[in-house]
Every structure is written in C-alpha cells, then in structure tokens.
T-cell receptor
Framework: GAVVSQHPSRVICKSGTSVKIECRSL??????MFWYRQFPKQSLMLMAT?????????EQGVEKDKFLINHASLTLSTLTVTSAHPEDSSFYIC???????????????FGPGTRLTVL | GNSVTQMEGPVTLSEEAFLTINCTYT??????LFWYVQYPGEGLQLLLK?????DKGSNKGFEATYRKETTSFHLEKGSVQVSDSAVYFC????????????FGSGTRLQVQP
C-alpha cells in the first residue's frame, strides 16, 4: 500500500529555535498534503492544507507565520515551527492524498507522526 | 461546520466479545465517512470507508454502515482479538473542495485474553 514517511520521528529543541519536519509520499504523487496536530489522548486537529506549487491554506486560529509550510514537490511537504515555545510541544502528523486515482477512490495516507518537545 | 462525535473510551472487552463503537456526525451535503485505526507506536491506518448512504464498509472483520437518516456510522466487529487493541477514530470528509478530514475524539479499545 501507499506509504508516507515523516522525519524526524522525535525532536527535542530549546525554546526560541526553529524545527523543520518533513513529510514524504514514497510511492505515489500527492498534490495535496495535510498537517494535523494531536494532543495527548485527544483527536487530530487540522492545522493546514499544503498544496503543491501554491500557498498553504491554514485553519482558523493557526498562525501562518509560526507554522511555515512548503510543498516544493509532488512528494514532499515541510512544516517549520518557528521560534518554538513549550506550548508548541505536541505530536504532528501529516497525511497525503493520492492524486493519481479517480476522485471517488480518494484516500488519505498518514505518516507515523513527529513528537516535538520544546524545553 | 462539520463535526464527529464518538463514544468515550476506554472500551475494555474480553477476547471474542462483540464490539460496537458509536459514531454520529454533523455535516452539510453528502460526506464520505471513515474509520481509522492507530495501533500503539504507529500512524493512522484506514480501516474502512463508505462514500454514500446505505453503503457498508468492511475490512478485517470490522463493519460500518452509512446511515443518513440517523447520521451515524457505528463500527462493529463480531469477535474481537487481542491484536485489535488500538485507538479507533471516526472521521468524515466533504466531497468537494479540499476534502480535509474531520476526526472524532478517538476511542481506545483494550481486548483482554
């Protein structure tokens, strides 16, 4: 089946630094990728939609200047948490939608997630 | 806007017991409905889906039927195994535009031998 990878799987950083998280679709092309945030024992909250070759679409309440998204190719999207603070500590998950299939078979494939801890 | 409500967990069952996890939704139009599963230490995996009313999604012994009249998509399995222990998420997506997923809060299932 389709595989989505994320790197790194776990990162610890100091407050005020920036962290980049990569999301790759390994065996399919994805014109659209999604970034979610998951708090402990809670559901996934959509942060933004990443579109290849254009600007990301952010959900209400998500700071676009803090969470920079770049979708440079059909297989790679990056999320950069700028000037990270302890409240940004969370589990970040990406998903990619296979754009090669028919619309009615549209399915999102999820990465394994990145655990960010800001000290 | 869209929303998904699913039963609180954890749900603890003995092996071979019958499982039901309730899920109801609020959405405009005709969304697609999904169940995702997250095993310990792993990413979300699509378990099953249904794209229109009265469709039944099924996979690995799990089933869910898209009920438009009750806006529900309850997950069922006739006989659970220890290996089914995981967190289950109900989700929906609209059928136009970005088709981003809206998730329920997740239900943790623990199956004891």
């Amino acid at each position: 089946g389709a595989v989505v990878s994320q790197h790194p799987s776990r990162v610890i950083c100091k407050s005020g630094t920036s962290v980049k998280i990569e999301c790759r679709s390994l065996d399919f092309q994805a014109t659209t990728m999604f970034w979610y945030r998951q708090f402990p024992k809670q559901s996934l909250m959509l942060m933004a939609t990443s579109n290849e070759g254009s600007k990301a679409t952010y959900e209400q309440g998500v700071e676009k200047d803090k969470f920079l998204i770049n979708h440079a190719s059909l297989t790679l999207s990056t999320l950069t948490v700028t000037s990270a603070h302890p409240e940004d500590s969370s589990f970040y998950i990406c998903s990619a939608r296979d754009s090669g299939g028919a619309l009615w078979t549209d399915t999102q494939y999820f990465g394994p997630g990145t655990r960010l801890t800001v000290l | 806007g869209n929303s998904v409500t699913q039963m609180e967990g954890p749900v603890t069952l003995s092996e071979e017991a019958f499982l039901t996890i309730n899920c109801t939704y609020t959405a405009t139009g005709y969304p697609s409905l999904f169940w995702y599963v997250q095993y310990p230490g792993e990413g979300l995996q699509l378990l099953l889906k249904a794209t229109k009313a009265d469709d039944k999604g099924s996979n690995k012994g799990f089933e869910a039927t898209y009920r438009k009249e009750t806006t529900s998509f309850h997950l069922e399995k006739g006989s659970v195994q220890v290996s089914d222990s995981a967190v289950y998420f109900c989700a929906l997506s609209g059928n136009t535009g970005r088709r981003a997923l809206t998730f329920g809060s997740g239900t943790r299932l623990q199956v004891q031998p």
